[in-house]
């Protein structure tokens, strides 16, 4: 999502800049799709309160960022400051990756009541003996 961003360091003109900020979309894109992961791997009981707390976040976040990058760009100017909050981004990413490395995710069973074929026996349970 960052990395684009890093290249307008070099201070490109509205061609480029509009492809980089096209790339840099594509990453805001694909992290809608990992929504549904984030709350699957966590428990039931506090998903509501880890998703409040990633949109608070992301909130907190989308307002101090641009009031500090927006003073950065006061002394190294605006393609430089663009780059240095790519850099930070991507940065950040790579730092997370050390926390846990990605995996493959486990496969959830289905779980069906059996109402469907009149078992009424719960898929996931041992039958009854």
Request: proline residues 9%; aromatic residues 6%; hydrophobic residues 45%.
């Amino acid at each position: 999502m960052g990395l684009p961003l890093v290249g307008f360091a070099a201070e490109p003109g509205v061609g480029v800049s509009s492809c980089l900020l096209l790339l840099c979309g594509f990453g805001f894109a694909y992290g809608l799709g990992l929504q549904r992961p984030f709350l699957d791997a966590l428990p039931p009981d506090g998903q509501g309160q880890a998703f409040g707390l990633l949109g608070s976040g992301s909130m907190t976040l989308q307002g101090i960022g641009p009031a500090c990058f927006g003073a950065a760009a006061a002394g190294i100017g605006t393609g430089g400051a663009i780059a240095l909050a790519g850099g930070a981004a991507a940065l950040t990413a790579g730092w997370i990756l050390t926390w846990h490395p990605p995996t493959s995710p486990v496969p959830v069973p289905n779980c069906s009541t059996g109402a469907e074929n009149g078992t009424e026996q719960h898929a996931c349970s041992s039958p009854a003996q």
